[in-house]
């Protein structure tokens, strides 16, 4: 049964902004938007009553508000804790005004006393950070004059020893149990193709750059753009300096999390050294590499990705998280373990229909600890060996600032203790300490109380909707305005996640808070295809997205907008990725929105899976076909066979390097749109990834467009 009402009395915070457009604008410039104050509170649970919003609305009205736009830069959160006796290290992740980045410190604090101590300063960005066995010493990566390097520092003393210098990224650091040696992994470039050979350059000559030869099916990724021409191999080092030593060859990517056997003398890996690759993208092994003689051993050899998570205490017994390729588009992580050697492999979470991560073993060796996502919430949990799962807490993540999606880190502490990153839908991620049998919290750190004191945060509030489709129950959240009035009219924003099967909750989001400061309600949800609900309801778009889920958004919005105090003539829309797929199929599909926008979309399937960044996978698992084999398949699935019933004003964003959703995705759309003679813009962030919103500036300007666009359209917006 859909349940709706006004919010309830759970409030925090609130935010207001003014901003200019930092935007490039393929048709004409957006004007700047002055936006009002923003909340987000934690409430998740049934509406208020109408007397209960009354009431709020007179407390809100007399709180404190007053936060811009660019306050985006206070942000903050905590993210990779890491457990040595009763100090925790976790790396403190913050903007930099100035320079328009995040910066990444890492960080100390005793979880007895909550004595907080900086390990780095400043414009930094620390990552892999790995603590020795005896607690006394930590490495990380960080960046020099030349790239990013291998330090270690002394914590007794502070004095920091830097162990690489080179042109390649370490990455995944590993402390040997004896404390001697690092393993770590890092590019190692390859020679060139080349086709053809031109005459040597006279002395002086200003030549062009010679060609570039592509001849590998996956040869850019987004985010990074073109891949060099080389391979991830692993190395070891010695602790206290000296030269790294390759341990593994050949054209294959060897890279993720690395463990070391009880006595130091071989290390565990996973590898996908399949002689057909390039196709068998989600394909992994685990091995074991002997560090004598180089001695390389397959532990695992069945279809489908197995990935390593860590090494029992006492180094008898291996967990590792995967699954047996069915060539679905959504397909669970399931947990095992297995003896050192290889033998005895056991699934653990047989009966836990949800996809497991970040497994780690408890302190005695009797139970792995792991995380998984249910119904738009992030649990850690524990199982045994007998497969008895036990949840241990709730409400983890926090650590995606623009938008709600789930993620979070974990350490264990001792076997009944352990330390988490948890948010809310009011606060992005802070450190919390927890108890095995216990209700109490502690929370170590505060990384936005100071910016969030005395401001407002709209209303999150859950619901659950049924879907006209097949009586699914799509659970939703509803955000509230600041100062929400239940007597007063409102316009009503559907945000859309991307993925598709990622999940949405109640998270802190500032793209949302931003909107709902602006004065919309905003409504988002987890249609079908979205994952913490099990295989089946993820796989319910399996070659058929988009589809059903179109209902499912429209359920919502119907329920949403059935409310008093949505004023239904005012309805908007906008999603980026698989978000902006369902954009641009609901325009397609209905004028009941007044505006749209549509973020980094796939338009049409056949030239995104022959265009995106990782064709072997999109073409593989979310086709049956290949384009030429069923092209019908492709049309009838894309946003573009329905523009010709659009006449809903859209604008395009986009970033303009792109590899995810290239940019001609949007592009073809933009023109399709003025053929049409329909409303439209291009926005283009330059630089800008498929994460559009990676840098503050960015994340500000994609709230600015949408905000713009919409209060274009918006005929009630002085009413």
């Keep these: 049964m859909a349940r709706h009402g006004a919010p309830s009395k759970n409030s925090k915070n609130h935010w207001l902004l003014h901003t200019p457009l930092l935007l490039v604008v393929t048709t004409a410039l957006l004007a700047s938007t002055a936006v009002p104050a923003e909340d987000n509170g934690h409430h998740m649970g049934s509406a208020a009553d109408a007397k209960g919003a009354e009431a709020l609305g007179d407390s809100l009205a007399q709180a404190k508000s007053g936060m811009q736009l660019e306050d985006v830069f206070s942000l903050s959160y905590a993210s990779s804790p890491i457990a040595a006796g009763d100090q925790v290290f976790y790396l403190r992740h913050s903007m930099d005004k100035m320079k328009d980045r995040r910066r990444t410190n890492l960080w100390m604090v005793n979880v007895n006393t909550g004595q907080q101590e900086p390990l780095s300063t400043g414009a930094q960005s620390i990552s892999s950070p790995a603590v020795s066995p005896a607690g006394d010493r930590i490495a990380y990566v960080a960046r020099d004059d030349v790239g990013s390097q291998i330090f270690v ?19 995944d650091l590993s402390w040997s149990p004896d404390g001697k040696s690092l393993a770590f992994s890092r590019r190692v470039p390859v020679e060139p193709a080349t086709m053809g050979k031109l005459p040597p350059a006279p002395k002086g000559a200003e030549w062009a750059p010679s060609p570039i030869v592509v001849d590998r099916m996956v040869y850019r990724n987004d985010g990074a753009g073109v891949r060099p ?7 070891v080092i010695n602790a206290d300096g000296g030269a790294a030593r390759q341990l593994t060859s050949g054209d294959y990517d060897h890279n993720g999390r690395i463990g070391w056997s009880s006595d130091s003398s071989a290390l565990f890996f996973s590898a996908n050294r399949s002689p057909n690759r390039e196709l068998d993208v989600l394909n992994s092994d685990l091995y074991r590499l002997d560090l004598s003689d180089g001695g390389l051993t397959a532990l695992t050899s069945r279809a489908g990705p197995d990935r390593f998570s860590d090494i029992s205490p006492d180094g008898t017994y291996l967990a590792y998280v995967g699954f047996d390729d069915a060539g679905l588009s959504f397909q669970r992580n399931r947990l095992y373990v297995m003896e050192i050697d290889g033998s005895n492999i056991r699934e653990l979470t047989t009966d836990l229909d949800r996809s497991v991560y970040g497994a780690r073993w408890s302190k005695d060796g009797r139970r792995v600890l792991f995380l998984y996502d249910d119904q738009g919430d992030t649990i850690l949990a524990s199982v045994d060996m007998a497969g008895a799962v036990s949840k241990l807490q709730a409400g983890l993540g926090g650590m995606s ?14 076997n009944d203790r352990y330390v988490f990153t948890a948010g809310g839908s009011s606060r992005p991620a802070d450190l919390v300490l927890g108890e095995q049998d216990a209700t109490n919290e502690k929370r170590l750190t505060s990384l936005n109380d100071n910016w969030l004191q005395g401001l407002q945060l709209g209303i999150v509030e859950e619901r659950w909707v049924e879907s006209s489709a097949g009586g699914e129950k799509i659970q939703a959240w509803v955000v509230y305005p600041p ?3 239940p007597s007063k009219s409102y316009p009503l924003i559907l945000e859309i996640h991307g993925g598709p099967h990622t999940n949405y909750g109640g998270r802190f989001s500032a793209e949302i808070q931003l909107y709902a400061a602006a004065g919309y309600v905003v409504v988002y949800a987890n249609p079908r295809g979205s994952t913490s609900y099990g295989e089946r309801f993820a796989n319910l778009i399996h070659h058929n997205y988009p589809s059903q889920d179109y209902d499912d958004l429209m359920a919502v919005v119907d329920d949403v907008s059935s409310a008093p105090y949505i004023d239904g003539q005012r309805l908007f829309v906008t999603g980026g990725s698989g978000g902006g797929v369902l954009t641009a199929w609901i325009v397609g599909k209905t004028r009941r929105f007044s505006a749209a926008v549509v973020a980094k979309p796939v338009i049409n399937w056949a030239s995104f899976v022959l265009t995106a960044d990782n064709s072997p996978y999109f073409s593989r698992y979310w086709f049956a076909e290949m384009p030429w084999e069923d092209y019908e398949s492709y049309w009838k699935r894309s946003p573009l066979s329905l523009v010709g019933e659009v006449e809903t004003p859209t604008m395009l964003l986009t970033g303009e390097a792109d590899l995810r959703t290239p940019i001609p995705e949007s592009e073809q759309y933009y023109q399709a749109l003025r053929l049409r003679g329909v409303d439209t813009a291009m926005v283009r962030i330059p630089g800008a990834s498929h994460s559009i919103a990676k840098r503050p500036t960015q994340l500000m300007a994609k709230v600015a467009a949408v905000l713009a666009w919409f209060e274009r359209y918006d005929g009630g917006a002085s009413s």
């Excluded at 520092?153 to 990455?171: D, E, F, I, K, W």
């Design 229 to 235: 021409r080389a391979f991830y191999q692993l190395f």
């Design 483 to 485: 100062e929400f009035d």
């Design 153 to 171: 520092q002394h914590l007794a003393s502070g004095r920091v020893a830097q162990l690489t210098r080179g042109n390649q990224a370490p990455r």
């Design 401 to 414: 600032l623009g938008r709600p999606y789930s993620g979070a880190s974990f350490a264990v502490l001792s």
